[in-house]
């Protein structure tokens, strides 16, 4: 069994930060890509960034220079700094992980999902 637990959202002024970190746990043979995607109300879930085995990152153009995404292999956890935070970034976040289980075949694991609001 695997599982994806998210942690660091919250309420933030235009302009402040946030962190979130997303762990990944249970019976894990390899971690490929990590990542976070966010959904809007009334809108679709989009991918903001990505980082992978590797340590390669991609970002959504809506986020680049503001946010950044970085993995810490040994503790299975993927972080996302986010800097300038914009009432447009408000959304709930959901982390995912591309897992290879023990004895299992690759698969794609969600996080519950943490909210953020940029709100004055």
């Known amino acids: 069994q695997v599982q994806v637990v998210e942690s660091g959202g919250g309420l933030v002024q235009p302009g402040g930060s946030l962190r979130l970190s997303c762990a990944a746990s249970g019976n894990i043979f390899i971690i490929y890509a990590m990542g976070w995607y966010r959904q809007a109300p009334g809108k679709e879930r989009e991918s903001v960034a990505v980082?992978?085995?590797?340590?390669?990152?991609n970002y959504a153009d809506s986020v680049k220079g503001r946010f950044t995404i970085s993995r810490d292999n040994a503790k299975n956890t993927v972080y996302m700094q986010m800097n300038s935070l914009k009432p447009e970034d408000t959304a709930v976040y959901y982390c995912?992980?591309?897992?290879?289980?023990?004895?299992?075949?690759?698969?794609?694991?969600w996080g519950q999902g943490t909210q953020v609001t940029v709100s004055s």
């Open positions: 995912y992980a591309r897992i290879r289980g023990l004895g299992s075949r690759e698969s794609d694991y």
């Open positions: 980082i992978t085995g590797g340590g390669s990152t």
